[in-house]
């Protein structure tokens, strides 16, 4: 499942996709190794903004039960500043399986003591 998440301004990001499943059925069988995963991140809350990130291949984890990742360096980022809203769109495209999903995320500043 994709989870909330804070974009951390200044910071290479890492993006995941986390427990996919091979179907919607109450299947228990974890989708693993499919290149169909992608992710596109917009620099406001909705797909009328700018794509920044736009449809980026997310590489799965070897020995996980369904996570891809990719990482977006914080200079292909440099549009996420503090107190933006911004918009992650998760698709797969897998054998015949789609399925989008949306996820809304904040930029914050990283502070330190």
């Known amino acids: 499942m994709a989870q909330p ?3 951390l301004e200044g910071n290479d990001m890492l993006v995941s ?3 996919l499943r091979s179907s919607t059925m ?3 069988s974890f989708l693993n190794s499919s ?5 596109t991140l917009y620099d406001g809350p909705t797909t009328g ?3 920044v990130i736009n449809n980026r291949l997310l590489s799965y984890v070897a020995a996980t039960n369904g996570i891809y990742r ?3 360096q914080s200079t292909e980022s440099t549009a996420f500043r503090r107190g933006d809203e911004g918009l992650g769109v998760f698709t797969v495209n897998h054998s015949g399986m789609n399925a989008k999903f949306y996820l809304s995320f904040s930029a914050q500043l990283r502070r330190t003591s």
């Open 35 to 39: 290149t169909g995963v992608r992710v």
């Open 17 to 19: 996709l986390a427990g």
């Open 26 to 28: 109450a299947s228990t």
């Open 49 to 51: 903004a700018t794509a």
């Open 5 to 7: 998440f804070i974009w």
């Open 70 to 72: 990719t990482v977006v």
